[in-house]
């Protein structure tokens, strides 16, 4: 195992970690701002994925499908947000159960309006090759995914901490009372974390799909990784999804490739460790 | 109802249980024997969640040790193929007790979500676990366990397959129901109402939780050798996130904090997923609904619908607090 | 004179009237063979399940819901390529729909997860798919009531092998999923490989279903000849698109299951030049098989793979069975041995059974080539034939008692000496 062994697989954690982050960040922050245990992330992701084929479809541009994909599911985490979450108040078990039932309910609509079927998403042809580096082959496509997933990243914190609304969102995260107190609309602000969550899972759908393939099922594989991603880097803390969403994928990766049996041992223990050290992950804020 | 009364018409409904259901097909005979295990799952989960306050999204992690172990055992050892079962039913509880014991260290800290979440990575390396580690568990085949145990009774009957459950179904109520009643089981419920107040009265809380957490593990360990038996393969699909949640699901349906709830849950949900899903296609429908709805409309399960529905007659004009669901701990 | 009239005309009378009424009472009721089908119609083989479905039905509805005589009742189930919820679905079908037999399962571990059942319930189980080398070698005698139509997984991997060594390759890296199918298909490869003078010098097992190959391809050994690939649903389009994106110029061999001929018309051209062995290929130049794929085709819209083959194929040999018992279900048992005694000609050629119920078929080796076959009007990728092995059986050239001693190939058997 020589030198490009290493660089190929760091490139490849570091891609699978562009992913996880885009699917990742949303749940960090909803669970930051609004303590949500949110289990139908992995349903959104799907969704995203689902809708993005849809325009695919009808319009033939992959490009379209991005925003109309993110829209369309950030219209439906709103909705659930609304009218199903916030009458249940802050209640773990409650959320757990209602997300999880919604997730049964998205998976079968999922396949009565998709059908069953395993489909791929085509990159559009500019990203299907290979650039050459030295040695390594880069797949453009896992270039294109980190490079989405850095821009994606710095906007969300720029909005975060540059914009009013930002600050608002913060002030909620650190303490909503407060917040309320000083004149901030946390249900809004709740309603547009909600929604804002959803659609990063979608964007992740639609990158994601295109490089993992959309099928059913595909939403609970990915739902544990999206948690490992919070739980390790931290709830309500973009800084901390994308950090985690780094080691997840690089975890995953080195984990397959050099230790096949322990794989996913390799991802969840370090879990285990980091929350039973720090309950809130690596950067969480409480 | 007093005390005796519920004793009274759960042993009744029970008796009825028994003697209807041989007389009914082999599939439903199946179908009950298949519920009747995930409710010895859902006692343990309700042990926890209904009597401690504590949400476990993890049971089947115990679950699936207790599966594997009985698996193995069987299929490379040729163990607890005989009057050694016993030994193996032992042994499973042990497993999962020790399991939870070494896994409660790290989750008895946390509590509400983050107990939530910590259980469920807990759970999710056990899956790691039985879907990578080839040698030991077959990995994403699983193992076939294609014989039934066979001390001095044909198991081979389903019948008299469904009756060895029940016994186990039975005599875990009973020993739950007395642990419940014991002082140790009044404890729990007290930490579960106001952790603080016992904490200053000097009860050692973490260990009431520990230990609780260790005993729901045993229980899980042992609804997982009945299920190798009765399920006949076990696979990383028994340990899965889902069976996990659905055990959660199934106390909540049926009324946490009844140690029967779960045994009504486990057939509502057993019989939407494999006695529905055979006849309708989009019977997600109604599973999905039946999670969504109880949330809302039945926080105490369909065991408090009597109580709530005296409540909301009692109290038609007052606008009523919701009735507490057994809260968790935040 | 008078009563002998009488009793003769009553006789004849009575003749008569018995002839009329045996030609109004209407032939003894049509038999109904009840079947059940189990595959996974959802879930990530999908479009496995549902190419198996079409096959069958394919050929149900060209003989008007009939076989061999009987009326057939089929009962679809959905399995969802879980061995659990397939082994639900048969005990259901068994007890509940009361069916004469099940057919289906696609995994290795389906096959094995459903055989015991077939024994537990004295039921005929017919396995139109799953391919586990055992169910038909060494666990044979715990499976009276198993009979297999389609193959075993090593069976065409032994031609494989020899065809491998002929090319002159003389060192394998060999990638597949992670579970008794991809062992199977492993083991029969690399026995007859190594047997010819190859070696085996890397084995890689990802995950059954995994699709991203990025931790997998950068450690395939350089100086390999050429790359041995087993995969099997969405894996199979992903693999050879990534190998290549990475790179990797190896020429792949394979196992039949990665190159599915009803994905080929939606893969890129990276696929030309891959080779694999199966005993089908919707490529194959007979008039039987053209009027088998156009027909599915203007049907369903796809070329078949071999599942839909499979199965349209074991319709026939029930077709064929029942009809030599008088429209009539004789029983697990005796309708096997029935079975054993066809030979039958399908779309993939001459089939007949061994003594131990799987069957004897040519295994084709195909190469993905652009052209254009059965009337097209513009070329697209086909599993074209380049050679045909006739009449292999699953223990190809090995003494079969010798063959059945050693152990069910396995990720361990056989070993590989020559693997770092």
Redesign the interface.
Known sequence: MNAQFWLIQIFNGISYGALLFLVGSGLSLIFGVM?I?N?SHGSYFLLGAYVALSVIWTTGSWLLAIPVAALAVALIGLVMERV?LR??G?????Q???T??????????S??IWGGNNMEIEAPAALSHSIVVGHLYLPLYRIFMIAMALVIGIATWVAMEKTRMGAAVRATVDDAQMARGVGIDTNRISMFIFALGAALAALGGVIGGTFLGVYPGLD?EI??LA??VV?IGGMGSLGGAAIGAMLVGLADNFGKALF??????T???P???I??VK??GLFGRE | MSEKAKILTVAVVLLAFAWVVPHT???VV?LATRALVFAILAMSVDLL?GFTGL?S?GQAAYFGIGAYLTAILATKYHFGLGWDFWLVVLFAMLLGAATAAFFG???I??T???F???T???G??V???A?????LTG????I?V?VRPNFGIDL?NQRTFFFMILGFFIVTLLSLYVLVRSPFGRSLEGIRERELRMSILGYNVWLHKYIAFIIAGAVAGLSGVLWAHT???V?P??V???TS?DA??MV?LGGAGTLVGGAIGAAIVFGLR?YLS?IVP?W??V??????L???YL?TGLMGLPARLRQWRASRTNSTDRPA?AP?R? | MTRKITTRAGFVAMGAALALAAGLVPAAAQQQLNIGFIAPTTGFLSQTGQDMVHGFQMYLNDHNGMLGGAKVNLII?DSQA???LA???A??LV??DHVDMFIGGVL??EG??LA??ST?LKTLYISSIAAADDLTQRQLD?YPYFIRTTWASSQPNHPLGQWACDQGYKKVVTIAA???FGYESVGGFQQSFEDCGGKVIQKIWP??GNKDFGPYIPSIKSDADAIYSLMVGPMSPQFPKQLRDAGVKLPIIAGGTSYDDYNLPFDSDVVVGDVSALMYSAAIQTPKNEAFVKEFRSKYNEVPGYYAEANYTTAQMIDEAMAKNGGKFPGAEAFIKTMLGLKIDSARGPVAFDDMRNPVENIYIRKVDKVTLFGDDKPALWNTVIKTYPNVSQFWTYDKAKYLQQPVYS?DFPACPNCE
């Open positions: 303590r245990v289990l199903f009458p249940l802050f209640d773990p078990l409650r757990v159960l209602l999880v039932g919604f997730a049964f309910l998205f998976q079968q609509a396949l009565d609970f739902l544990p948690f490992a739980i096949p049996e322990l794989a996913y041992f991802l969840y223990a879990m285990v460790l929350l039973a309950p809130t | 097909t082999s599939f199946l969640l949400a999204m260290l790290f989750a800290r946390a509400g979500v983050y939530l979440m910590i469920l990575a807990l999710q390396c899956w790691g676990l879907y990578r580690w080839n040698s990995g994403d085949n699983g076939n294609t081979t399920n006949g393969l696979s699909e028994t899965v996130l889902t949640v959660l699901l909540v494999e055979t989009w997600q429908y599973l999905g609904g039946v999670y969504v109880t949330i809302f926080p669901l968790v935040s | 189930e879980k061995p659990d082994v639900t679905k005990r259901q007890l509940d290795a571990s094995y997860a015991p059942v537990e715990k992670d579970y008794a995950p059954l990720r």
